[in-house]
């Protein structure tokens, strides 16, 4: 197949609540899309980048600027293209995963569908429905926190995820433990401790978490390893786990016994499946993470959170969570705390083109080479 057409599509996606984290508050999600066309059959892929460097090096319009300059180029100049080779024709370009894993994803979706094939299938799902977690914000107070978990205890999430950081840490878990007893519980620090905070992080081992999730910096591989072995509770990567040579280095070294897998931080579906074969290997649970994706993007992870290997609940939450209104036709709902993983070609969902239209703030032709 060819590359024939590309177009980058920004969208502003208003939150129902703000969604607030070590590193900011965000009141709105801006998504980067990419709609491409192989042959004529179209495909969707969706870039996790956020506005500002923030999560992680890239950012929106870094995305799109590489996306329009060089990504899309290369990828359209290649003869009898698939999904696989996208990765090996863009390797030469150094890091920008998220941006390479929205135009694999839009490859992969553009092919199955011709092929009839879903994701899920594809990438070896052995599941119908994954469990769902859910991922909760800084609040303003305990009181205001236990209200939002009790609420997304009462949809049926299985899993509860407190984002914590200096000073939104012991109390806040301690609050959730007290009102709501002995539930799947986990924490995830975006980066916001250092080694020196050990002692203090230690009082988390008493509230039996799952696992503390990217306590320091992406780089601090080493430290991570340090600090694991002063924790009782299990230390999980996110931002570090760059690639399947990152999780395989963070896993020999001992910093990590959990791994938090997303697509578009390593670079694509693919990876990401790569990912969960060195910690399957290795014998390391893994769970799917999130990016407040759009429906599409939540499609593909629920086709990946589907493989053997993701045996934790992961942040693959209803639509709802953070939207009232999705850019999909069938928005992803919440049953018995399960989603059910799409069947159809490709991600499984269409876009609801008028939801769309009505959150587009931009909608650009990438021009191809002739
Ligand atoms: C994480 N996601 O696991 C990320 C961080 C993240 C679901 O916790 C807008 C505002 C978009 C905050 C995307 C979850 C975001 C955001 C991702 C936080 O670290
Ligand atoms: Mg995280």
Not at 82 to 88: E, K
Not at 271 to 285: K, N, Q, T
Not at 290 to 306: D, K
Request: charged letters at 25%; a negative charge; proline letters at 7%.
């Amino acid at each position: 197949m060819k590359l024939t057409a590309a177009e980058l599509l920004q969208v502003r996606m208003p939150l129902v609540a703000p969604f607030e984290t070590s590193f900011g508050v965000q009141h709105d999600r801006d998504v980067l899309l990419l709609r491409v066309e192989l042959d004529g059959q179209a495909g969707w892929g969706e870039c996790v980048t956020l506005p500002d460097p923030v999560y992680s090096p890239e950012f929106n319009d870094a995305a799109a600027t590489v996306l329009r300059e060089f990504l899309v180029p290369a990828v359209a100049g290649a003869p009898s293209l698939t999904a696989p080779r996208v990765g090996a024709v863009l390797q030469r370009f150094k890091g920008h995963r998220m941006a390479k894993a929205a135009l694999e994803m839009a490859v992969l979706d553009a092919e199955l569908r011709v092929a009839g094939m879903s994701l899920a299938d594809y990438l070896g799902a052995v599941h119908d429905r994954v469990p769902s977690g859910v991922s909760v914000g800084i609040q303003p107070s305990i009181p205001a926190l236990l209200e939002v978990v009790g609420g997304y205890l009462d949809s049926g999430y299985v899993r509860i995820k407190l984002k914590i950081k200096p000073g939104w840490d012991i109390e806040p878990v301690r609050a959730v433990r007290e009102r709501f007893g002995d539930i799947p519980l986990q924490v995830d620090a975006n980066t916001a401790y250092t080694l020196a905070d050990a002692r203090h992080l230690a009082r988390l081992d008493e509230f039996g978490l799952l696992l503390i999730e990217q306590p320091l910096e992406d780089e601090d591989l080493t430290q991570h390893a340090d600090l694991a072995r002063q924790l009782r509770t299990p230390v999980c990567l996110d931002e570090s786990v760059t690639s399947p040579k990152a999780a395989a280095d963070a896993i020999r070294l001992g910093a990590c016994s959990v791994v938090n897998i997303k697509a578009g931080r390593v670079g694509g579906y693919l990876e990401a499946r790569r990912v969960h074969d060195v910690c399957a290997a290795a014998g390391v649970p893994v769970w799917c993470g999130g990016m407040v994706e759009t429906g599409l993007g939540r499609a593909a992870n629920m086709a990946l959170a589907a493989l053997p290997g993701f045996t934790l609940p992961g942040d693959t939450s209803a639509s709802d969570r953070f939207y009232r209104r999705d850019i999909i036709t069938e928005p992803f709902v919440l049953d018995d705390g399960h989603i059910a993983v799409p069947t159809g070609p490709g991600l499984g969902v269409e876009v609801d083109e008028d939801a769309l239209a009505a959150v587009t703030v931009h909608r650009e032709t990438v021009p191809l080479p002739r």
